[in-house]
């Protein structure tokens, strides 16, 4: 019982936090529209259908950098004793980092939503059953990308750090995932890439669901996404295990 | 101190915390031993101070007993948990104010204590009648729908001083509780730490590494240096055993071994241009150490203080400033980046 109330503890910080602080709800609806209507335009211009072909990445990739950046939180509150106070709790560590990866995860699909708002602008007519069915799919992805950011989180002691880390991570997941370009006919180098990348079925899936045209079954895809997010919440466990704190 | 917990613990004496050959060496900063090999027990209702200076290992014990940092070696036991194999239920034993701020500052006052309740398990009923009781205990009733942000360093300790009591333990842990806070303030959280003692009847140990504090609050001190416990005893009786006042005299050539001859002075250090000497009967014989120690360009004369027992027992000056930084510069470097 009490791990359930520590679960929603931590839920309820995160979430109020992420309300509270308007400029980080800002600047991610920001940047993705940037791309959408400058960048897709742009290119657009040249390459008819581009702005609607990448609609499905910007989501995913709004997403994954936000979810990615949100361990930078762990940073902060490692920097105060505010870790300090949630770890010496009762509350075992494995709870604590599910209630920051399902935090990271409402933060992020808010984000997402507001994208999706912008589908009619882009022609995609959503049905009801699609739209449900992005969120599960967002949903199980973005488990995955927060842990990884969790997991950067709770290794690094400095922001600058957690940045230059991250940025080794980020634009490779990105750029190698079919977000911006097809992936059907790369050169054979950057094909193996891209299919061993996880965020390849998950820009696949969420672009079947919008705009149709998924290269992957969509059960391979969820297969793949599931699997990674597992994988991701089972060393991010660890890593909360193992964090060290300075006395 | 409080009435009450003096005489809890010539009615009751039982050890509430048994620390046992605890030792902490951090391997990744060239093996410095932080603390080394200390044991002592606490009674219930006692407040119990760590006094020394930045570094010499009192924070680190603190966290090896809130089980925070793991012991390299030895053990302790808190409220009859070991700190190793029962840590869960040490945790539940236990409050702590953490010496940084600890509370999130875009949350409000009482979104951090009801935060804290969840945290410890407390069901709605009874999260919301603590807090309404804990905010009372400091006077933060007021204030508490303001985001902490907004509060001043002292409100800010004053809240974390509730959240530390908010789940009931039957310890709590202070590390360094006025650290940066001006001397007004400082004030005020000593009379508010008084005001729980006494209320909550809650065992204490507080980390200090001022002098005045220790004095204050403790029931009983350990001085600590170098990770190793100097001495152990109640404040006053520390004062005492210096045997007498403290004479300072500022004096480039002093004639100690005159100074060595005469009865009635207990002690001499010496530090630059410095001496001090603890004289019996100060008042009466001043005037003839004046006459034998040679040309004084200063002198002045109190009763002993706990910097004078630290003093004498490690033969430094006790530093107050250091390397940790202040609370406010903490909360500034935090804000300028998030």
Redesign the interface.
């Known amino acids: 019982?009490?791990e359930l109330?520590?679960f929603?503890?931590?839920w309820?910080?995160e979430f109020?936090?992420f309300l509270?602080?308007k400029s980080r709800i800002f600047s991610s609806a920001f940047s993705p529209l940037l791309w959408l209507f400058v960048f897709g335009a742009g290119l657009g211009s040249e390459i008819s259908g581009y702005q609607n072909y990448i609609y499905p990445g910007v989501i995913v990739m709004t997403t994954l950098f936000s979810s990615i950046f949100y361990g930078a939180y762990v940073i902060?509150d490692k920097?105060?004793?505010?870790l300090?106070?949630?770890?010496?709790?009762?509350?075992k560590r494995s709870t604590i980092f599910f209630g920051k990866v399902i935090g990271g995860v409402t933060d992020a699909l808010i984000q997402g939503s507001i994208l999706l708002l912008f589908a009619p602008i882009f022609a995609v007519s959503l049905h009801l059953s699609y739209i449900v069915l992005i969120y599960i799919y967002l949903f199980v992805l973005l488990v995955g990308f927060v842990s990884i950011g969790l997991i950067i989180g709770s290794i690094m002691e400095s922001?600058e750090g957690f940045g230059l880390i991250t940025g080794f991570v980020n634009f490779p997941l990105l750029f190698l995932s079919g977000a911006l370009f097809q992936i059907k006919q790369l050169p054979g180098w950057l094909t193996i890439v891209t299919r061993i990348n996880p965020v390849t079925y998950g820009v696949d899936a969420i672009r079947g669901l919008t705009i149709g045209g998924n290269t992957f079954n969509l059960f391979l895809d969820f297969g793949i996404i599931t699997a990674f997010s597992f994988s991701m919440i089972f060393i991010g466990t660890y890593a909360f295990s193992r964090m060290k704190?300075k006395? | 101190m409080s009435a009450y917990s003096k005489k809890t613990i010539r009615v009751i004496q039982i050890s509430i915390v048994k620390v046992k050959n605890l030792r902490?060496v951090f391997e990744d900063k060239e093996d410095i031993v932080?603390v080394d090999n200390i044991s002592f027990e606490i009674e219930e209702g006692e407040v119990f101070g760590l006094l020394g200076p930045n570094g010499a290992g009192k924070?680190?014990t603190?966290?090896?007993l809130?089980?925070?940092?793991k012991p390299t070696s030895g053990t302790a036991e808190i409220n009859g948990f070991d700190i190793l194999k029962e840590s869960?239920e040490v945790?539940?034993s236990?409050g702590?104010v953490?010496?940084?701020?600890?509370?999130?500052d875009?949350?409000t006052g009482y979104?951090n204590l009801e935060?804290?309740g969840?945290?410890?398990?407390l069901s709605k009923d009874i999260r919301e009648k603590r807090i309404k009781n804990v905010l009372d205990l400091v006077d933060m009733e007021e204030r508490k729908d303001d985001?902490v942000k907004k509060y001043s360093g002292g409100m800010r300790r004053r809240v974390e001083l509730a959240?530390g009591l908010l789940h009931d333990p039957k310890i709590l842990f202070l590390d360094e509780p006025t650290l940066g806070l001006d001397p007004q303030t400082r004030e005020h959280i000593w009379n508010y730490i008084e005001r729980l003692v006494e209320e909550k009847k809650v065992t204490v140990i507080l980390t200090t590494h001022y002098m005045d504090e220790a004095d204050r609050l403790c029931d009983r001190v350990a001085i600590i240096d170098f990770g190793k416990i100097v001495v152990l005893e109640t404040p006053e009786k520390l004062k005492r055993d210096l045997g007498g006042e403290i004479i300072r005299l500022k004096i480039k050539k002093p004639n100690l071994q005159k100074v060595k001859k005469l009865k009635y002075v207990e002690n001499i250090s010496k530090l630059n241009d410095t001496v001090s000497l603890t004289v019996r009967d100060a008042n009466r014989h001043l005037q003839e150490i004046l006459k034998v120690i040679g040309k004084v360009e200063s002198v002045e004369s109190r009763s002993p203080t706990l910097n004078d027992v630290f003093l004498h027992y490690t033969g430094r000056e006790f530093r107050e400033e250091g390397a940790e930084g202040g609370f406010w510069e903490?909360i500034a470097?935090?804000r300028s980046?998030?």
């Open positions: 019982m009490s109330s520590g929603y503890a931590i309820k910080r109020k936090v509270r602080e902060w920097r105060l004793d505010f300090k106070e949630v770890l010496v709790s009762p509350v922001p704190l006395p | 902490k932080a924070t680190t603190l966290s090896m809130a089980t925070l940092v869960h945790r539940k236990i702590i953490f010496q940084n701020p600890s509370s999130d875009l949350l979104e935060l804290h969840l945290l410890y398990g985001q959240r903490r470097d935090y980046k998030r």
